[in-house]
């Protein structure tokens, strides 16, 4: 194998950084050992070139959860994710979260037992949600890269949960939907990646862009704002709450129906071109 080299100007550079960074510097070969099961740690070059590459990524192919998943974690640190453990530690559900570290999980959480809840409770919204949508909660990343094991457990439940803000909005996970939810996320959380998954509204038509930004955006950041930090709800136990009850003890206002929305469009376009081949099959037929 041929050895690795370092230039001069690099080990310059290497040896002006502060001990505590030098010494995470020579990754390969003085990696610190991992933090809880799955870990991976990162230098700071590491931590950069994944979020660069993930963001990438992710943009060209908005599918692809595992670079999400990553994109989040790398921008997590050092300031977001560390204030939104301390949301959680000053709420007493918050602690309360942290202290017990629930899962969620096809495992912890009967899909079953949630469509037999009553209409309109939280949990049978959440499974109606899931069923409608094609998802199961076994779909999120285990989180990796974070250091801190609090830090890497309050990013696991905001991945987790994300699927109840979607089920309590009724927000679909059409790129539209999913650009919704991340700008009220974004203003709920501040974690960067909720901001940078706007970059996807590129991919938009122009009518779903015109849409996005008149209608969902505005809803977002409002609600986002003024609602309690989502990340405090202890959603096993709300799993019998009414939906309509829940949203207003977190000052969510329900956005307009997506695929309501849609529909309509689709239905309009169907009747608009069945229309224009009727006219064309009359004009053919009488010379007109």
Sequence with gaps: MKPTTISPLS???VLALPPQLRSRTFSILNRPPPNYAGHVPLTLVE?????LGSAFGSL???HRHDLIAALGEATAKPYFVSRLRRA???NPTGRRILKDQPRISSQTMSLEKLRQL?????GRAYAAWLDREGVTPDTRDAVKYIDDPEEAYVMQRYRETHDFTHAITGLP??????LAIKAFEFANTVLPMTALSLVAVVRLKPIERKRFFETYLP???SNGLKAEEVVNVYWEEELATDVDVLRRRLGIEKPPDLREIRQVLKDQKKAEKAAREARERLGAATGV
Excluded at 118 to 122: A, E, L
Excluded at 173 to 178: A, D, K, Q, R
Aim: no cysteine; aromatic share 4%.
């Design 173 to 178: 996970v059409i790129i539209e939907g999913e």
């Design 219 to 221: 809803w977002a950041l």
């Design 60 to 62: 060209r192919n908005p």
């Design 88 to 90: 959680m530690l000053e």
């Design 118 to 122: 009553p209409d309109n409770t939280v």
């Design 11 to 13: 080990l310059k550079r």
């Design 47 to 51: 931590r950069g070139a994944l979020a």
